[in-house]
């Protein structure tokens, strides 16, 4: 019951931000149980025959329970229930994520070009936030950093396609249910594209002013 009361209240703490600007086209139907297997099209995946679709596929289990976080290096995993994971999400422009974080851990660096996101913090806290893009080099607002510690019952919104962060300092897991506006909202997590793509080190050295060896430790970690 807590689960599904917090993801009453984020879908409805993202319904002002879905008015206002929907990352995925209008739906034309009721319903669209996306055929996965046929791969996806402009506007989500083919619909399954509305006849063949059941109950269950309204229902979806898979955010219920907190995933352990000490399988991930970053000691805080990502549960997701995009389309893919949950087909009856298809043209309905939302998706959610659990996190779940032990003390200390992480979720790396990242950005979901498709969509906007909202936190609401089951248990525990997290410091969180994002930074915004370089406007015209205007030091007042560029890569300017809003963040703070986020509490048990507390929110945060994060504009779409901007860099965000999770990290755990307290002293207990922290999970977290997150919303966003779109059935598939891309992730870029930093460290992978950078570290884990197979970018020219010469490339890495100079951006980040480290040595061979330094990236190549990174890229042991990232490419696998």
Same mark, same amino acid.
């Given at each position: 019951?807590?689960?599904?009361?917090?993801?009453?209240?984020?879908?409805?703490?993202?319904?002002?931000?879905?008015?206002?600007?929907?990352a995925?086209?209008?739906?034309?139907?009721?319903f669209?149980?996306?055929?996965?297997?046929?791969?996806?099209?402009?506007?989500?995946?083919?619909?399954?025959?509305?006849?063949?679709?059941?109950?269950?596929?309204?229902?979806?289990?898979?955010?219920a329970?907190?995933a352990?976080?000490?399988?991930?290096?970053?000691?805080?995993?990502?549960?997701?229930?995009?389309?893919?994971?949950?087909?009856?999400? =298809?043209?309905?422009?939302l998706?959610?994520?659990?996190?779940?974080?032990?003390?200390?851990?992480?979720?790396?660096?990242?950005?979901? =070009?498709?969509?906007?996101?909202?936190?609401?913090?089951?248990?525990?806290?997290?410091?969180?936030?994002?930074?915004?893009?370089?406007?015209?080099?205007?030091?007042?607002?560029?890569?300017?950093?809003?963040?703070?510690?986020?509490?048990?019952?507390?929110?945060?919104?994060f504009?779409?396609?901007?860099?965000?962060?999770?990290?755990?300092?307290?002293?207990?897991?922290?999970?977290?249910?997150?919303?966003?506006?779109?059935?598939?909202?891309?992730?870029?997590?930093?460290?992978?594209?950078?570290?884990?793509?197979?970018?020219?080190?010469?490339?890495?050295?100079?951006?980040?002013?480290?040595? *061979?060896?330094?990236?190549?430790?990174? *890229?042991?970690?990232?490419?696998?």
């Amino acid at each position: 019951m807590k689960l599904l009361a917090a993801m009453i209240l984020a879908a409805g703490l993202l319904s002002a931000v879905h008015i206002v600007h929907a990352a995925d086209p209008d739906p034309l139907q009721d319903f669209c149980i996306a055929d996965i297997a046929a791969g996806p099209v402009s506007n989500g995946f083919p619909c399954k025959l509305p006849a063949l679709a059941s109950t269950d596929d309204f229902a979806f289990s898979g955010l219920a329970e907190a995933a352990d976080p000490s399988v991930s290096a970053s000691n805080g995993t990502a549960t997701l229930a995009f389309v893919r994971e949950w087909p009856a999400l =298809n043209t309905q422009g939302l998706s959610f994520v659990r996190l779940d974080i032990n003390p200390g851990g992480i979720i790396f660096p990242h950005t979901h =070009n498709l969509a906007t996101e909202i936190l609401y913090v089951l248990e525990g806290e997290m410091y969180t936030g994002f930074v915004t893009n370089n406007f015209g080099n205007d030091p007042t607002i560029s890569n300017k950093l809003y963040a703070k510690v986020v509490k048990k019952g507390e929110a945060f919104i994060f504009p779409r396609g901007l860099l965000h962060f999770q990290l755990n300092k307290g002293k207990v897991l922290a999970s977290s249910l997150n919303v966003l506006n779109s059935q598939n909202p891309g992730i870029q997590l930093m460290p992978l594209a950078l570290f884990g793509s197979g970018i020219d080190r010469e490339m890495l050295e100079k951006s980040f002013f480290m040595n *061979e060896a330094q990236v190549a430790a990174l *890229e042991n970690i990232f490419q696998q």
